[in-house]
T-cell receptor
Framework: GAVVSQHPSRVICKSGTSVKIECRSL??????MFWYRQFPKQSLMLMAT?????????EQGVEKDKFLINHASLTLSTLTVTSAHPEDSSFYIC?????????????FGPGTRLLVL | DQQVKQNSPSLSVQEGRISILNCDYT??????FLWYKKYPAEGPTFLIS?????DKNEDGRFTVFLNKSAKHLSLHIVPSQPGDSAVYFC????????????FGGGTRLMVKP
């Protein structure tokens, strides 16, 4: 399958700082990228969907001003957690697919573990 | 409201035996279902899928069964191998509504040698 990378894999930051997480599709052009959040022993919760060149669509309950998503190119999307607080500590996973691709062509990154102190 | 549920958080099976992972959903609009396998600190990887027009799909050791009337699907792994030990997520989507995936909470499978 296709490869999706995330950077960093792990980040620890102080409360109040902002953290940027990158998601890259390495061998295909991803017209659509998704950002998920996973709390320990819980499901993957979709946070937002972004299409290249347009604003992200956020799921209900997700603060768009807190979780800034930029999908500037067909191979890169970034998630910035602004003014991070301890409750933002979580495992963040991105996925990418082509716009017309079926569900199986949604490939997931390895995730980023964020710990806010 | 959790639309996709995996009621068993964990399952332990002996190597060579069958593993059965279950998943229930509440939204009757879902028409496509998938199973993913996830290792720690890695993203989920696609395993097998099934359309709502079918009741069974088989791929090697993996078979997915769908019971639409009961809104229930299951993943059978036989024979189970230690390398199958991972967290398994079921997911559902509506194919005419953007193919967004809704995930269950996952089941941790442990296959003992």
């Amino acid at each position: 399958g296709a490869v999706v990378s995330q950077h960093p894999s792990r980040v620890i930051c102080k409360s109040g700082t902002s953290v940027k997480i990158e998601c890259r599709s390495l061998d295909f052009q991803a017209t659509t990228m998704f950002w998920y959040r996973q709390f320990p022993k819980q499901s993957l919760m979709l946070m937002a969907t972004s299409n290249e060149g347009s604003k992200a669509t956020y799921e209900q309950g997700v603060e768009k001003d807190k979780f800034l998503i930029n999908h500037a190119s067909l191979t890169l999307s970034t998630l910035t957690v602004t003014s991070a607080h301890p409750e933002d500590s979580s495992f963040y996973i991105c996925s990418a697919r082509t716009n017309t691709g079926p569900e199986e062509t949604q490939y997931f990154g390895p995730g980023t573990r964020l710990l806010v102190l | 409201d959790q639309q996709v549920k995996q009621n068993s958080p964990s399952l332990s099976v002996q190597e060579g035996r069958i593993s059965i992972l279950n998943c229930d959903y509440t939204n009757s609009m879902f028409d496509y279902f998938l199973w993913y396998k996830k290792y720690p600190a890695e993203g989920p990887t696609f395993l097998i899928s099934i359309s709502s027009i079918k009741d069974k799909n088989e791929d090697g050791r993996f078979t997915v069964f769908l019971n639409k009337s009961a809104k229930h699907l299951s993943l059978h792994i036989v024979p189970s191998q230690p390398g199958d030990s991972a967290v398994y997520f079921c997911a559902a989507s509506r194919r005419n509504a953007g193919n967004m995936l809704t995930f269950g909470g996952g089941t941790r499978l442990m296959v003992k040698p």
